[in-house]
């Protein structure tokens, strides 16, 4: 199976109202040698304000993204989706990208009406470079440089990573320098630990994974958190009833006779401290995973392989306390609020096959005839992004009264509270904050500041002419 590296630049980091920029990709073979590149940009969407930060960051300025010769947002994601499912099926890998690069492109797909999974449908299969070299990093230290940060810390970054190990990165936070960087990484583990190369390929795919946490009495997991990796022996002890592709664990270094012994309550009082004994991940975001026997000494929580097996054993041979255990957890996991921003309610639900299909037919009617599409989405997710996919691409077909009801809702977003949307005040404010910092060596912040200040004076004076 081919690969595809990938990666994006984006207004900021959250997720359902911040924008991709810029997305890259390269296309390898099974050997990670080159077959083809492609790169797509487009410009602001008129309902975002990208994050001072990011645009310090990625060294865009603000003239650029508002350049009308660039692509729409909506054209863009068209582009993107058109290479990639020509592409499929393939193992799609980033640089910290099942956290952050694949859920902005699952967005980006979702509120321009297409399906938003597209890297794990089409017999595709998702993997992360930042959990390979933290992997290679705790099993085989030798085989990658991990520079040490100025404050002492050892650092993941990417760029980091390619200096101490003689990769080029001319241009970091552009995303096809930096998927160029990823490549040239995963080739250093590819050639010099194949064995753990291997691995990461095998467990790209949810099905391996799945047969590999049956099938084995227990395992260490690797979860990363704040750069440093945290290996826990565990054993699964059950599905997510909530997700198909969720797994409960069962950290091994529980005495699993007083965990027997409790009640109901106790294993629910047990489970509920911090740090909880139970760990959970989904078998389609390629884990970590590593088994008893590969596993080096300090992977194990300082205990002895052999207790570890043992108390896993015990555990999978006692279907009656793996119940108990996965209704415990259940009974202490607090339910997740509904959003109040449709922005951030795509796990809320897949769309009905009819709204699937309207969909479907947005994309090939002529803008005249996709208001009425748009009208009859059951979805309310889907007929609010329509709308404005609509007002963006072809307002001029709008009526009159729905452009001011599409009007009227964007700008209140950007003059709200804060809780979805960056709006112009926080704008201002952490622009501000960056130029008194002395971040602003280049006028890119001034400039994006006066942007803000246009666009938030003349936001005001249309909202002061149309309030109720």
Not at 55 to 68: F, K, S
Not at 96 to 124: C, G, K, V, W
């Amino acid at each position: 199976m081919s690969f595809v590296f990938f990666d994006t630049e984006t207004t900021g980091l959250k997720r359902g109202f911040d924008q991709i920029l810029h997305f890259a990709a390269v296309r390898t073979d099974a050997n990670l040698n080159e077959v083809a590149r492609f790169e797509a940009r487009s410009r602001l969407q008129p309902h975002v304000l990208p994050h001072p930060s990011a645009l310090r960051t990625n060294g865009l300025p603000i003239e650029r993204l508002t350049d009308a010769n660039l692509p729409s947002h909506y054209a863009m994601v068209g582009d993107i989706r058109r290479m990639l499912i020509s592409w499929s099926p393939s193992i799609f890998v980033g640089f910290n990208s099942i956290r952050f690069d694949e859920e902005m492109l699952r967005h980006a797909l979702f509120q321009s009406l297409y399906p938003a999974y597209l890297t794990s449908n089409h017999r595709n299969c998702r993997a992360d470079a930042l959990s390979l070299v933290m992997a290679a990093d705790a099993v085989s230290p030798a085989q990658l440089v991990v520079p040490v940060s100025e404050e002492g810390r050892r650092t993941f970054r990417l760029q980091h990573l390619a200096a101490a190990n003689g990769v080029a990165h001319a241009r970091a936070h552009d995303a096809m320098s930096d998927v160029l960087a990823t490549v040239e990484l995963c080739r250093l583990v590819y050639q010099r630990s194949p064995e753990l190369w291997q691995r990461f390929v095998r467990f790209s795919n949810k099905a391996t994974v799945a047969d590999f946490v049956d099938a084995e009495d227990g395992f260490v997991l690797t979860e990363f958190f704040g750069g440093q990796a945290y290996h826990a022996p565990v054993v699964c002890i059950g599905v997510d009833p909530d997700q198909a592709n969720g797994r409960i664990c069962l950290s091994l270094n529980q005495d699993v006779g007083q965990l027997a012994g409790m009640n109901d309550v106790e294993l629910q009082a047990h489970l509920a401290q911090k740090p909880s004994p139970i760990r959970r991940f989904r078998v389609n975001a390629a884990p970590t995973l590593t088994a008893f026997f590969d596993a080096p000494e300090h992977m194990l929580d300082g205990g002895s392989i052999g207790d570890i097996e043992d108390r896993a054993r015990r555990v999978k041979a006692d279907a009656d306390l793996r119940t108990r255990l996965v209704a415990a957890y259940i009974a202490t996991r607090e339910p997740y609020p509904l959003s109040p921003h449709i922005e951030e309610r795509i796990y809320n639900g897949f769309p009905g096959p009819a709204d699937e299909g309207r969909a479907n037919a947005f994309h090939q009617a002529s803008w005249p005839d996709r208001l009425a599409i748009v009208q009859s989405f059951e979805d309310e997710r889907l007929k609010w992004f329509g709308l404005r996919l609509m007002y963006f691409e072809a307002r001029a077909v709008l009526p009159a009264a729905v452009r001011a009801e599409i009007e009227r809702r964007l700008a209140d977003q950007l003059a709200g509270d804060g809780s979805g949307c960056l709006t112009y005040e926080l704008a201002l404010a952490e622009t501000d904050k960056l130029m008194g910092e002395g971040a602003d060596h280049d006028g890119l912040l001034s400039r994006y500041r006066i942007y803000l200040q246009d666009r938030s004076a003349r936001a005001a004076a249309f909202r002061a002419q149309t309030v109720p």
